[in-house]
């Protein structure tokens, strides 16, 4: 699986708009794992924006910077994003709300989305696969601040909360080694 985000990292980063309110972790350890659950598909579609037509769920845009442990940004990470639907559900036959992006010169991501429903044993996040060139592959999920399943979730790191500058806004920076 590895070989296959490899192959992508040939192709070149998108242009990316910058947006502030992305505030950086400390660099000098890695952003934590954690586990990718049952629902990740390969090959999902180069794209920004996950927003389906129709959608009536609240829109979310996520932004930050892919930084390496010397806190300087990795340009051309890969970043691949799946989560659930307005309905708590992982469209496992097709891609929706699933794509893949490239950081910029300055290590710079946006995705517009949506905020995804939460679903039975789980609160409400986005799973996330990074990759710096040539380097190891990163599988987190990052979290609301907040919410009530939080603290039932078995899973749930407060260490991967993103920082909600307004409700339709969020943002992370990742470390990868």
């Not at 010397?70 to 699933?98: I, M, Q, S, T």
């Not at 989305?113 to 609160?123: D, E, F, K, L």
């Not at 592959?137 to 039932?152: A, H």
Request: charged fraction near 25%.
């Amino acid at each position: 699986m590895i070989s296959l985000y490899r192959r992508r990292l040939v192709g070149a980063a998108l242009a990316l708009p910058f947006t502030s309110g992305a505030w950086a972790q400390s660099c000098g350890s890695a952003t934590p794992r954690e586990t990718e659950g049952p629902f990740f598909k390969i090959d999902s579609p180069q794209r920004i924006t996950l927003i389906e037509p129709g959608t009536k769920a609240p829109k979310l845009v996520v932004s930050g910077q892919v930084l390496s442990a010397d806190c300087k940004p990795v340009a051309n990470a890969l970043l691949d994003f799946w989560h659930a639907d307005e309905a708590g559900d992982y469209d496992n036959r097709g891609y929706r709300y699933r794509g893949h992006q490239f950081t910029d010169s300055e290590g710079r991501y946006r995705l517009e989305t949506i905020v995804p429903a939460v679903y039975p044993g789980r609160t409400r996040h986005i799973h996330v696969k990074v990759q710096r060139p040539g380097g190891r592959l990163l599988t987190t999920q990052l979290y609301f601040p907040d919410e009530p399943q939080n603290p039932r979730d078995g899973l749930f790191r407060p260490d991967l909360v993103m920082r909600m500058s307004d409700r339709d806004r969020g943002a992370f920076d990742f470390v990868v080694v």
